[in-house]
């Protein structure tokens, strides 16, 4: 793993047990994926747009340094390098406080990062969800467009409800009871061959794959896809619907509450963009090039 400048061992790669990330929660992170192309090289999908995010965690937790996107790349792609990695793999760089014990600390900041050879979920399968009792957090209370570590317990509590339920995976909705995301992805619904998607008001986190599905929605669909507020019983009327994310991927839902989505298989949209998503990321198309960062030379 890379650890504050170096490459360190899988097992060396320690903080103080009192440090503010680990106390406080006080850490930032992102989550991407690499994915092996045709020729063999390993590429990360929208690097660049992953580093200016997690910069933006630092800004906005108030961090007494920003690293910079300079740093973040190279500790990326030094960290893969080193590994030897060039098969599909997921990534995590966290940038957190390291400082003893105190609850106002800014600094220090470190920066870890490292990857876990994990393959794609592909274009098969799909997820039985449930609608959480637990509430997404508001931006009044902890800001859901940053990806702090802290966060992650309001997701941990409404994934364990429902994992214990026998779902796979889990809903949120805001305080004023109106879809927000998934525990860890956000969500897309088909309504009359249209995407719809919740609203960045809808305390979600600003996902780049959901980017990523907002660009291609017109090309696939013939229709812009739509950013508004989302009801619950939505979920029940949708003819298709799936989750996206760095994590999740493009991911077919096939029921919510034990009702059937669409016809309870993934639907042709969601089908379509599965294919074209797996092609961008394995830069077989060249009009996206541009969101790929190759880690090795050749």
């Known amino acids: 793993m890379y650890l504050d400048g170096s490459i360190v061992p899988y097992s060396d790669a320690n903080i103080h047990a009192f440090s503010g990330v680990v106390k406080y929660g006080c850490g930032v992170f992102e989550g991407l994926r690499g994915y092996r192309s045709a020729s063999g090289n390993l590429l990360v999908f929208r690097l660049g747009e992953h580093i200016e995010r997690l910069r933006f965690g630092m ?49 220090p900041v470190g920066l870890i990062a490292g990857a876990l050879p994990r393959p794609s979920r592909g274009v098969g399968g799909g997820a039985h969800v449930a609608v959480s009792s637990w509430l997404r957090i508001a931006d009044s209370a902890l800001p859901p467009r940053v990806k702090c570590t802290g966060n992650y317990v309001n997701n941990r509590a409404a ?58 929605a017109e090309e696939l669909t013939g229709r812009p896809a739509v950013e508004r507020r989302v ?23 096939l029921s919510v509450d034990r009702l059937p989505v669409g016809d309870g298989g993934p639907g042709p949209i969601t089908r379509a963009l599965q294919e074209r998503y797996f092609a961008i990321v394995r830069g077989d198309d060249p009009a996206f090039r541009d969101w790929l960062t190759a880690v090795w030379e050749g």
């Not at 800004?59 to 960290?79: G, L, N």
Request: include cysteine; charged fraction near 30%; aromatic fraction near 6%.
């Open 59 to 107: 800004k906005v937790m108030r961090y007494e340094a920003i690293i910079s996107a300079s740093e973040i790349e190279h500790a990326t792609t030094a960290m893969l390098r080193a590994n030897e990695l060039r098969e599909d793999v997921h990534i995590r760089v966290i940038a957190y406080l390291g400082g003893d014990d105190a609850l106002h600390q800014r600094g």
């Open 231 to 253: 009801d619950r019983s939505e979920l029940y009327a949708a003819e298709e619907a799936f989750l996206c994310g760095s994590g999740q991927e493009i991911l077919p839902i």
């Open 159 to 216: 994934e364990i409800d429902a994992f214990d339920s026998g779902f796979d995976g889990v809903l949120m909705l805001t305080a004023d009871g109106k879809l927000s995301e998934a525990s860890g992805a956000c969500v897309f619904l088909v309504r009359d061959g249209r995407l719809v998607t919740p609203d960045v008001g809808s305390d979600i986190l600003e996902s780049i794959t959901r980017d990523t599905v907002l660009r291609l």
